[in-house]
């Protein structure tokens, strides 16, 4: 199995700062045959559903703020939240769909500091 | 835009079979790629179950393979989820999913299942 672990299990950022998220595979995602890496970003607030927020490690889904970047290759990525909003307030976690199992990261809480 | 709604008991007892059901609004699941269910403990993290395709093939996690069974209900537009000899660590919210390129890009409300006697 590709273990996920993302950094930090959680952080607090001023209004309008950026948070920063990382998450590090066991093995690289990176598929060589289409040059993609099969990493997703999703955010989940209280009581809710995951929603997707980025595929292919930096393409967004459809609907989500230019705010929200996702970035890195390989075995390393990062999700930024350019301006942090009220409305970001969540948990996040990284997936990888190379293989099954699909697994996730243990999950980053944002708060507002 | 698609739309899931998971289904089934909120109780279920030890050593008994989870099973719930996911229809699907607004896509058909003989087209769409693949449907997942993921579940998440109370106040822990996302585990994937697993996924089956719209060919019927299906992928399961390796710690439920054994108790895991995933359906396609083509003429109700709907899937479905089997989990046999649950104990209190099945206790979770289940989520069904909808995949799409390399990502689940669509997701029901949740189910709170709780294994208790």
């Known amino acids: 199995d590709i273990v996920m672990t993302q950094s930090p299990d959680s952080l607090a950022v001023s209004l309008g700062e950026r948070a920063t998220i990382n998450c590090k595979s066991s093995?690289?995602?990176?598929?060589?045959?289409?040059?993609?890496?099969?990493l997703t970003w999703y955010q989940q607030k209280p009581g809710q559903p995951p929603r997707l927020l980025v595929y292919?490690?930096?393409t967004r889904g459809s609907g989500v703020p230019d705010r929200f970047s996702g970035s890195g290759s390989g075995t390393d990525f990062t999700l930024t939240i350019s301006s942090l909003q009220p409305e970001d307030v969540a948990v996040y976690y990284c997936?990888?769909?190379?293989?099954?199992?699909?697994?996730f990261g243990q999950g980053t809480k944002v708060e507002i500091k | 835009q698609v739309q899931l709604q998971e289904s089934g008991p909120g109780l279920v007892k030890p050593s008994g079979t989870l099973s719930l059901t996911c229809a699907v609004s607004?896509?058909?699941?003989?087209?769409?790629?693949?449907w997942s269910w993921v579940r998440q403990p109370p106040g822990k993290g996302l585990e994937w179950i697993g996924e089956?395709?719209?060919?019927?093939?299906?992928d399961y996690n390796p710690s439920l393979k054994s108790r895991v069974t995933i359906s396609l209900d083509k003429s109700k537009n709907q899937f479905s989820l089997d989990l046999s000899s649950v104990t209190a660590a099945d206790t979770a919210v289940y989520y069904c999913?909808?995949?799409?390129?390399?990502?689940?890009?669509?997701w029901g409300q949740g189910t709170l299942v709780t294994v208790s006697s």
């Open positions: 292919w490690a930096s």
């Open positions: 997936q990888q769909y190379y293989s099954t199992p699909r697994t």
């Open positions: 089956i395709y719209q060919s019927g093939s299906t």
């Open positions: 999913a909808r995949g799409a390129v390399a990502a689940l890009a669509a």
């Open positions: 607004n896509d058909s699941i003989s087209i769409s790629s693949w």
């Open positions: 093995q690289s995602v990176l598929y060589s045959s289409n040059n993609k890496n099969y």
